[in-house]
T-cell receptor, first 116, second 113 residues
Framework: GDSVTQMEGPVTLSEEAFLTINCTYT??????LFWYVQYPGEGLQLLLK?????DKGSNKGFEATYRKETTSFHLEKGSVQVSDSAVYFC???????????????FGRGTSLIVHP | SQTIHQWPATLVQPVGSPLSLECTVE??????LYWYRQAAGRGLQLLFY??????ISSEVPQNLSASRPQDRQFILSSKKLLLSDSGFYLC????????????FGPGTRLTVT
């Protein structure tokens, strides 16, 4: 079945440092890939997405490139801020299950802590 | 624009009591709807999903149930809560025909005492 593997956290950085959160996946089809962010006490928010190979998703200074050859979708940001402290989830959506419902597969999440 | 609502935001219930959590989506029609639980730590556990009124699929056997009485309403219920039901419950929806990104509600924090 499909799976998503994220690097274990927490990732602790100083403000303005470079961020990379690794994500690799296995899928039977040709999935769409996503990064979601969850701030403390809130629901998840879609951060960025990519739907085909070599697509780069970007939002709020975060970027991730769909690498089919390495089955990866690593999240990067050039200069993190304290406000970026949150939990980040990598996810994929593959071909629909019966009834037309996509059942996404999520990674376990990576906690990011940014210190001033 | 589409919005998703969940209530209540927080709930403290004794063991053995019933539960009803509600989720509604505005601004779209015929969405796929999902209930997740997030226990201590960060992982998401898919509990139920629905592709239409009255159509519920269960992913994990447990003492919870779900119903979809209207197109944009999704309800999570239990007849008797267990301590292990404590957690953060998230409702989400997707629009069919796109890349199926999910949109999540604000969540309900349930504490069973």
């Amino acid at each position: 079945g499909d799976s998503v593997t994220q690097m274990e956290g927490p990732v602790t950085l100083s403000e303005e440092a470079f961020l990379t959160i690794n994500c690799t996946y296995t899928a039977t089809g040709y999935p769409s890939l996503f990064w979601y962010v969850q701030y403390p006490g809130e629901g998840l928010q879609l951060l960025l997405k990519a739907t085909k190979a070599d697509d780069k998703g970007s939002n709020k200074g975060f970027e991730a490139t769909y690498r089919k050859e390495t089955t990866s979708f690593h999240l990067e940001k050039g200069s993190v801020q304290v406000s970026d402290s949150a939990v980040y989830f990598c996810a994929l959506s593959d071909v629909p299950a019966s009834g037309g419902s996509y059942i996404p597969t999520f990674g376990r999440g990576t906690s990011l802590i940014v210190h001033p | 624009s589409q919005t998703i609502h969940q209530w209540p935001a927080t709930l403290v219930q004794p063991v053995g009591s019933p539960l009803s959590l509600e989720c509604t989506v505005e601004g779209t029609s015929n969405p796929n709807l999902y209930w997740y639980r997030q226990a201590a730590g960060r992982g998401l556990q898919l509990l139920f999903y629905s592709v239409g009124i009255g159509q519920i699929s269960s992913e994990v056997p447990q003492n919870l149930s779900a119903s979809r009485p209207q197109d944009r309403q999704f309800i999570l219920s239990s007849k008797k809560l267990l301590l292990s039901d404590s957690g953060f419950y998230l409702c989400a929806w997707t629009k069919r025909g796109n890349s199926y990104e999910q949109y999540f509600g604000p969540g309900t924090r349930l504490t069973v005492t």
